[in-house]
């Protein structure tokens, strides 16, 4: 029996993380994986521009991506 399953997704590619409007409070969810490359995300309920671009957004994004590619292999075993 092999160690880990090819066919089970990368974290990242499925796992939505919340993204909180500053401007409404609304929470628009996104996956993962593509928050990496964006630099703004529009609001779900009010449309307004969410900035991902500050060094906050961009420290929780990459420990995020981080934590799922660290806990992939575990996760790859079930």
Do not use: H, Q
């Amino acid at each position: 029996m092999s160690d880990s399953n090819p066919n089970r997704s990368e974290l990242k590619w499925v796992v939505p993380l919340p993204v909180p409007c500053p401007k409404c409070g609304n929470e628009s969810m996104e996956i993962a994986a593509r928050l990496k490359d964006r630099d703004e995300l529009p609001c779900e309920a009010c449309g307004a521009r969410i900035d991902l671009t500050s060094k906050e957004w961009r420290t929780y994004i990459n420990e995020m991506l981080d934590a799922f590619d660290n806990i992939g292999p575990t996760y790859r075993k079930l």
